[in-house]
């Protein structure tokens, strides 16, 4: 069996073709596979950002809520110290009012 030229050389252009084909379908997909693999890492780095960014927010209500309640108890410290002043005062008072009582039961 006599294969003629023209037989191997149409073999050997098809298989060339099927060749070259095969290695644009492979970087295709191997660029589609790349372009997937940037876009997973875009998302993944997106979300953490995004989570990074609501922790942040979520310390910077509670800094807010603990500077209101810092306000709030200081408020309740000066009435204390205004409140203790009037009962000291009082209780000099008292003390001298026991102290003369003292002094006239003599």
Do not use: P, W
């Not at 069996?1 to 191997?30: D, W, Y």
């Not at 953490?48 to 922790?55: A, F, I, N």
């Amino acid at each position: 069996m006599q294969i003629s030229g023209t037989v191997v050389a149409f073999v050997s252009l098809f298989v060339g073709l099927c060749s070259i084909a095969s290695f644009i379908i492979g970087q295709s997909k191997g660029a589609k596979t790349e372009k997937e693999k940037i876009a997973k890492e875009s998302l993944e780095s997106g979300e953490e950002r995004g989570g990074l960014k609501t922790d942040i927010s979520y310390i910077k209500r509670g800094i807010e809520d603990i500077r209101i309640d810092m306000r709030a108890q200081e408020k309740v410290n000066m009435d204390f110290r205004v409140e203790l002043t009037t009962v000291k005062e009082s209780v000099k008072s008292a003390h001298h009012r026991i102290d003369e009582l003292g002094k006239r039961s003599e």
